[in-house]
């Protein structure tokens, strides 16, 4: 399938906002660029205030260049769906990582460096007119740190990130995901550079205790509950007694409930980071972040052969934006009218890969199928081969239902 430019080639992630799929810039004399394409639900597309997220996350993203963050290549829309393609990581997010257990102290203060470095850069970032815009990203959490291996960190998803003039909980509704939000946010107060430091504080206590700060299986409530005190299930002491005190402290006080005790900025907390890792003889990045993720998770490394030739990265579910995020406090979203009018896919549809119902109903697909010829878009020279659906892929995104998700995008 081709959208804008670029041909779909494998789905990565899932979400009840959208989907990403890896996909192909081909261009003539052989050139070829991998990215990835987000896109969001069709449905949504009647809702003005997530279309507003969605091309806000390209605006403020695109106007962002450092090494540390997912960069932002293209915008536009397809039959009316926007769609956004960024730079693809090839390898992991830190939570699948973190499904295995707490991560080397070496690991995870080389991941905390670089994720202080982005937010630095992105809460010091000026239009172009050089006027401080500043932002922050509010959806600073595991899944939208993402890990590469030649040894990036790449901190992603901008969609949430609001500049100074418009930030508010906007529509009753609180936005980022609970077990990573500062206590100003639970109280309804606008949030600041320093909240992201607060969420980053979280996922840093997540990598040296390998368990939740604030999470638990007690429900929404709860967990707001301990978030507003800043008071974590255990303290990081506790949840991880081989931590040397001095990087406990530091942590600590990224994570005061008073933003007024936090650190001055990230960049400040960075500092105290590597301080206290010097103090501590605890060496960032040893071992190195690259061959050590190569170890952790072997099964990615592969590059099968993509349809049309070539070889390009695996499949990989990251979970980037593939998990709600919002919180309604009044009334549950309304969908469109529109939107509920959309005819829902037949049981033997909704089998079948999303990239492929998408293809015409016409004999071109059975050709696609068999891998022929057939109806096709785009420059290709070539039909492109069926996209396999994997055993443990997600499911599509037009099912039923998936509409009525909000405040999360994918």
Known sequence: MQIGPYRLLQRIAVGGMGEVCLATLERAGGFRKLVALKQALP???DDPSFVEMFER??????????????????????????????????GADVKALLDQGPLPAGVALEIALGCARGLEYAHRATDAQGRPLGLVHRDV??????????????????????????????????????????????????PDARSDQFALGAVIYEMFAGRRAFFADDGAEAILERVARARPLAPLAEAAPHLPPPLVAVVERAMARDPADRFPGVGALGEALARAAAEAGIRPGEPALGPWLATRIPERLALPTTPGGGDAPPAEVTEAAAQPIGLELTAPPRVPARARRRRRPSPAEATRPCLERRTPRSSGRAALAAGGGGPRRGPSRSAPEPIERPPDAAPCHRRAGAARTRGRRC
């Not at 990130?161 to 606008?190: D, H, I, T």
């Open 141 to 190: 959490s595991p899944q939208n740190v993402l890990l590469s291996f030649e040894g990036d960190v790449k901190l992603a998803d901008f969609g949430l990130a609001l500049p100074a003039a418009g930030r508010r909980q906007e529509g009753g509704l609180l936005r980022g995901k609970f077990g990573y939000m500062s206590p100003e946010q639970v109280a309804g107060r606008a």
């Open 57 to 90: 996350e390209a605006r403020l993203a695109a106007a962002l260049s450092h090494r540390n963050i997912v960069q932002i290549f293209d915008f536009g829309r397809h039959e009316g769906v926007a769609w956004l393609a960024m730079e693809y990581v090839h």
């Open 43 to 45: 449905a949504l597309m």
